[in-house]
């Protein structure tokens, strides 16, 4: 049972995670706390948190359990305003879709590294952003990864994990360089590529007709490119060079299949197609 | 009202448009032709056709319609079969997904361009081929493209028209070549991505891990590379120039996102995706 739950940023995953935590009945009292008054009236509104303050100190005053929502590139300045405020025995855990960046945010923010601190990345989300976007079954049944430092208290572990699990989500353990090299193949890659391909398509002369002749797959495609490019910026700049080192494996694996439609190979790219029909046809079903 | 409507391969498209004029109750006789009598057995079992015969002369025997639904490679052969036994008052069409190689096979399959010849593609599909994945609702709502060639009857494009529409299809028309261009762009080029990405990823040393944390946003990138290799690969040699051009402009795109990501340019970054955002927004909702 969590007492007093502080959450920065009441956005869609720390809005998620309130509601699924107090549909869940596992928290007596939620706080949120962000730069936006209005946003946070609106959390309120819905029934997301009990009550909000704009004062990051005030914010974590008798918290038990404080988890960083904000945009990755926020996560340093939240830290740093409620360095010295924290609780000795309060957990604290990040949502961040890159993980190194946020340790080392951390880390800067607080001037040491705080040993109730539990990176945490829920694989889960919309292309929707805001409290409005928020649900409480945005977890169910996904995975959670945490990614424990060495010096990461196993109490502080403990709490966040059942956090998760209470949201009904699957919780996993990786180091934070395997996680942020496993998320920019899986997530990062396939989001840059769809952005990079409505843009591409965007700037070609006939692109009213271009999107007029896009068929069913092509929207299921480039569902990703609507998410918000603010994330994706922070995303791309927080683990530049896990993604630069599979973006320049994709490039080359393009390359190969542009020179085998060059040359006619057919089959070379029969062997291509095969392949990646059968991986996708075993992993994701 | 077609009297007798002979289908070239009885597949997820042939199989799909016999399903939809029989429910519409347009076609008084459906006789399916391909290789497989196994094949063709199962779409009489399943009420797809009337009869089937695995000789292409006997089977455009006084037939008013006549549509090849075979693959783009195979559409040369078939013609030559049936050059001589199509009657002259039969419209010819075919479903291919490119045009130009489908208009050059017919030419020199008939030794000479058939005056009722009018292309045609549905722009409608789903990763599963043959007759069992075949549904009488393919069609409804989705657009279907007709090239009409410059010596095309126009009563041959007239019936051709009406029967796409009596299967609930929105028909409009193009050029050969435009037609062309613009598949490349939204349908061709997006497939080759996906196999690229998951062939990619497949061939990563930790793919098993890889796969299993890709979450809910790969799964709808990556559907697309379930489709049906041989198809892929016979429409990129078929429409090889045209995919080789927009597969060149998605290159550089990448390469403008990778040397700002290399750069740090949260800017340019912001700028790419922002635009991307809204095109996608904009379009298909
Ligand atoms: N969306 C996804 O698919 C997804 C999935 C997994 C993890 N994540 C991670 O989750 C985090 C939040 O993403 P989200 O999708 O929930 O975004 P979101 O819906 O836009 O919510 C972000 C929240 O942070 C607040 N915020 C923004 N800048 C701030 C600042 N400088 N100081 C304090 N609060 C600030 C915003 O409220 P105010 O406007 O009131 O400040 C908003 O409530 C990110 O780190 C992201 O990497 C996202
Ligand atoms: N799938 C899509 O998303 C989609 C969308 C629009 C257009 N198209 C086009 O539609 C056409 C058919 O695709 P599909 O998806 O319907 O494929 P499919 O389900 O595999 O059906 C192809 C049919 O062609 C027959 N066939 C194959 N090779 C043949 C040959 N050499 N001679 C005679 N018949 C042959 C097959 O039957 P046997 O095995 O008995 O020969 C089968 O019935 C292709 O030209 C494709 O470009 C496909």
Known sequence: MIKRLTIFGVGLIGGSLAMALRAAGTCHEVVGCSRSEEHLRQALERGVIDRYTLDPAEAVQGADMVVLAVPLGAMRAVCAAIRGHLAPEAALTDVGSAKGSVVEAVREGFGEMPLNFVPGHPIAGTEKSGVSAAFPGLFHGRRVILT?????????????????????AVVETLSVAHHDEVLAATSH?????????????????????????????????????????????????????????????????????????????GDALLEIFQRAKAARDEFCQ
Chains 1, 2 share one sequence.
Do not use: K
């Open 148 to 168: 424990p430092l060495e010096t990461s208290d196993l109490g502080a572990l403990a709490r966040v994990r059942t956090m998760w699990e209470e949201t009904g």
């Open 189 to 265: 890659l396939p989001h840059l590529l769809a952005f990079g391909l409505v843009d591409s398509l965007a700037r070609m002369g006939e692109r009213d007709e271009i999107f007029r002749y896009a068929a069913g797959g092509f929207r299921d495609f480039t569902r990703i490119a609507s998410s918000d490019p603010v994330m994706w910026r922070d995303i791309c700049l927080a683990n530049r060079e896990a993604i630069l080192q599979v973006m320049a494996g994709y490039q080359q694996d393009l390359g190969l299949i542009t020179r085998a439609i060059e040359a006619q190979d």
